[in-house]
């Protein structure tokens, strides 16, 4: 069954209105409705087009956490070959909200990084809504370790609304963990590729992203705060949460202005939930062409050039 976010409100009534009259046009003697069918999907993929394109940060935000959105597994499955997943942290235990593997992207063997969020209510549980906790973060900086020792480019699809705040994250150290897996990624002398594929949230997110190159789908957001967490700080209470969207800056045109990012992918009509097929394969390519622009590069100069890409943001005035 389609989801239709708040917003949608329009489109879901009209494919309601066409999914009545298919149903009357199975039924025995039923009139020839086809054309009034037509009708109806035309209006429907204007009103679309018209909805998305005018997209404001908090409906944004709604479509980054669409629940039919494609994943970090539903990337890797279509993506990538023969991909071998690594767990544990060697310290603690195993942590499902990241996933962490060997494969090959485009032919191209990488290590694979990836908050994965779960599709349906027992897999949430299972990966802790894409939360990480500490061991989750000890494990990607295990997984990184082992791709710079080969010579294996870093991929990592990052989809969280931040780190897991429980007491026994933090009693584990989670500050610490985030602290040493974005080092670990600034350290790293080996091609290194983020993408935002959904909802980058915090420094559980950045813990994934301190890239070569960061990339970003159209209606994804990424943020130092959830926009009601924002609000609740702000204005005590999470309905402002539109407002502190906005403030925030999280949508990705934003970022790419600012010099957060560095690309955006645009997304299929609709959203990348309309098209899932499409836009795996356009993150595919993209990712893949980021690779080779990046391995001509020594790891030392890749290290330099990672660094100064940070230090540089906020420094052009924009902000």
Same mark, same amino acid.
């Given at each position: 069954? %389609?989801?239709? *976010?708040?917003? #949608? ?7 309601? /209105? ?20 037509? /009708? ?24 980054? $956490? ?41 032919? %191209?063997?990488?290590?694979?990084? !990836?908050?994965?969020?779960? @599709? ?28 710079? $020792? ?11 609304? &931040?780190?897991?705040? !429980?007491? &026994?994250?933090?009693? $584990? &150290?989670? @500050? ?11 350290? *790293? ?5 983020? +993408? ?14 301190? =890239? @070569?190159?960061? *990339? ?32 925030? /800056? ?7 202005? *600012? ?7 645009? #997304?299929? +009509? ?7 097929? %499409?836009?795996?394969?356009? +993150? !595919?390519?993209?990712? =893949? ?5 990046? =391995? ?24």
């Amino acid at each position: 069954m %389609q989801t239709y *976010l708040e917003f #949608e409100k329009p489109i879901a009534e009209l494919e309601g /209105k066409i999914h009545e009259l298919r149903s009357v046009g199975q039924t025995e003697g039923a009139v020839d409705i086809f054309d009034e069918i037509q /009708k109806l999907e035309v209006k429907v993929a204007e009103q679309v087009e018209r909805l998305y394109k005018n997209l404001d940060a908090w409906q944004k935000t709604q479509v980054a $956490r669409h629940p039919a959105r494609p994943h970090c597994m539903d990337y890797i499955e279509t993506l990538v070959d023969d991909f071998t997943p690594l767990a544990g942290d060697r310290l603690y235990s195993e942590d499902y909200a990241v996933i962490a593997g060997l494969g090959r992207w485009q032919g %191209q063997s990488v290590a694979i990084l !990836g908050h994965e969020k779960g @599709s349906n209510t027992q897999d949430r549980l299972k990966h802790n809504f894409g939360m990480a906790r500490p061991e989750g973060y000890r494990k990607a900086i295990r997984i990184m370790d082992m791709a710079e $020792r080969f010579n294996l480019p870093v991929v990592t699809l990052v989809d969280t609304a &931040g780190a897991y705040p !429980g007491i &026994g994250a933090e009693e $584990r &150290g989670q @500050s610490e963990a985030i602290a040493r897996c974005t080092d670990k990624c600034l350290q *790293l002398g080996v091609p290194f590729v983020s +993408v935002i594929i959904g909802e980058g949230g915090s420094g559980g997110a950045l813990a994934l992203a301190t =890239a @070569s190159r960061i *990339l970003m789908l159209e209606h994804s957001i990424y943020t130092v705060a959830s926009p009601e967490a924002c609000a609740s700080i702000l204005w005590r209470s999470s309905e402002h949460a539109n407002t502190a969207a906005t403030a925030l /800056k999280v949508t990705a045109q934003d970022l790419e202005q *600012l010099g957060v990012i560095d690309r955006i992918l645009t #997304e299929p +009509v609709g959203g990348a939930h309309r098209d899932r097929a %499409q836009m795996m394969s356009d +993150v !595919g390519l993209a990712v =893949a062409g980021e690779l080779a622009k990046l =391995a001509s590069l020594s790891p030392q100069e890749l290290r330099d050039n990672r660094r100064q890409k940070f230090l540089d943001m906020g420094r052009s005035g924009i902000v």
